[in-house]
């Protein structure tokens, strides 16, 4: 172990030459590094950092934390698992870790963000129900969401930061020193907390990132980012549940298999920029336990336009659910949110009260449904529906629910919305 940490500080002397060297051959700028302050004490959970590149799957790198340990403590481990198992171009070997800080990862502090089922170390939640429309006649973007408990210290989405209560913002696009393509443009949302400044250097907790990119004009909105889960939860979304069930005991973001390599980025394919669903490394796991139950998850799609008729996209998969036994179902829904009518709340979803349309019971605003006689055999379905706003709404509601007890899990990989004007398509409507 001594020879380790000989090693670890010799290769942490050179890269500080490196810097120096870099910093005297450029004028004596600095590379920018991204130190992460972490404070307090870890819950105990999977501390995930994961960092942004060009493309939409990120790269990730994670250690289990213990309840009660440390900042101090996470951090050291989190330099040295990185240290030992890197063989990433993303992050970077040359990593320490000094009261709580974890510092030396390369590029700018905007770069990191923090995931996992560990809830503690000051590690902010992330935003949900983000959504994005887009005004052809005044080239201007809108985005709307919301913020956890409390809110943040500043807010990154698209333009300067913001409040860290803000929940919308519209910028101009004309006024872009470089204009977007809004047939491919991925936008992110970012909250920040416990900004300070160590041995000169700008760091930040980040949350966990909310995405959504647009296409077609801007008229499409889909979730198509391979961004690892806070807390078992796919970015944007939240969960819910009923009968007594817990949070942790139904919700849990999965990996496919085929990306898993036991290497530091924990996937393989991550340097991928597609459209298809599929190559998301990870996805989403509902389930009820042997306590039984419903549960599931749900956001809003907000900043709609009332009168216009919105065409909802999902996949799907009943996993490994047992065909044979007839005491579970999984359901995909969907409605317009009215004015005055408040938010869904969990008996609404659960079919138990009546939706803001009057609907009641367990087929109100469904728009799939699988059990023991009807599943998707392991595979990821997709299925649609359209959905008109009353003039008076500007949002829709959508949730998944499984129902049943005992059951092996279910699936949800990726949501797509697309605007298709005031028309309403043929077949298509609220249910």
């Not at 940490?5 to 942490?12: A, G, P, R, T």
Request: hydrophobic share 35%.
């Amino acid at each position: 172990m001594k020879n380790n940490n000989k090693v670890i500080v010799l290769e942490i002397l050179i890269f500080q030459i490196l810097l120096l060297v870099v910093s005297y051959s450029f004028g004596n700028s600095r590379m920018a590094t991204a130190p992460i302050p972490f404070k307090g004490t870890a819950t105990g959970g999977e501390l995930i950092l994961t960092r942004r590149t060009s493309e939409r799957n990120m790269p990730i790198v994670s250690i289990q934390t213990q309840a009660g340990e440390s900042a101090e403590s996470v951090a050291e481990r989190l330099a040295k698992y990185i240290h030992d198992n890197n063989d990433s171009e993303y992050f970077n070997r040359w990593v320490s870790a000094r009261g709580g800080v974890l510092k030396g990862l390369w590029g700018g502090a905007g770069n990191y963000f923090l995931a996992g089922t560990e809830m503690g170390l000051g590690i902010p939640l992330p935003a949900y129900s983000f959504s994005c429309t887009y005004n052809e006649k005044t080239n201007t973007l809108s985005l709307n969401w919301e913020n956890p408990p409390g809110g943040y210290d500043k807010i990154q989405a698209l333009g300067p930061e913001l409040k860290g209560n803000a929940t919308s913002c519209t910028t101009d696009l004309d006024e872009w020193s470089h204009v977007p393509d809004i047939n491919n443009f991925n936008i992110l949302l970012i909250g920040i907390n416990n900004e300070t400044y160590v041995d000169e250097e700008y760091c930040r907790l980040a949350s966990v990132i909310g995405a959504i990119h647009i296409s077609n004009k801007g008229r499409v909105q889909e979730e198509i980012f391979g961004i690892p889960f806070k807390n078992g939860v796919t970015p944007n979304w939240k969960a819910w549940s009923v009968e007594g069930v817990k949070q942790e005991q139904m919700v849990e973001g999965s990996i496919r298999k085929n990306y898993l390599n036991n290497k530091i980025n924990r996937y393989e394919k991550h340097k991928q920029l597609t459209s298809d669903p599929s190559t998301k490394p990870f996805y989403q796991l509902i389930k009820t336990g042997q306590q039984g139950g419903t549960a599931g998850i749900y956001r809003q799609f907000l900043g709609l336009i009332g009168g216009h008729t919105y065409r909802l996209s999902a996949r799907l998969s009943t996993l490994e659910s047992d065909s044979n036994k007839n005491n579970w179902s999984y359901s995909l829904h969907a409605v317009a949110d009215r004015k005055g009518k408040g938010k869904l709340n969990e008996t609404q979803m659960a079919g138990l009260v009546a939706l803001p349309n009057g609907k009641k019971g367990l087929d109100a605003g469904r728009i799939a449904n699988y059990d023991s006689s009807k599943n998707t055999k392991g595979e990821f379905e997709a299925t649609s529906t359209d959905v008109t706003l009353p003039q008076d709404s500007n949002s829709i509601t959508v949730w998944l629910r499984l129902t049943g007890e005992n059951t092996n899990g279910v699936g949800f990989d990726w949501i797509r919305l697309e605007d298709l004007g005031r028309k309403a398509s043929p077949g298509g409507g609220e249910k």
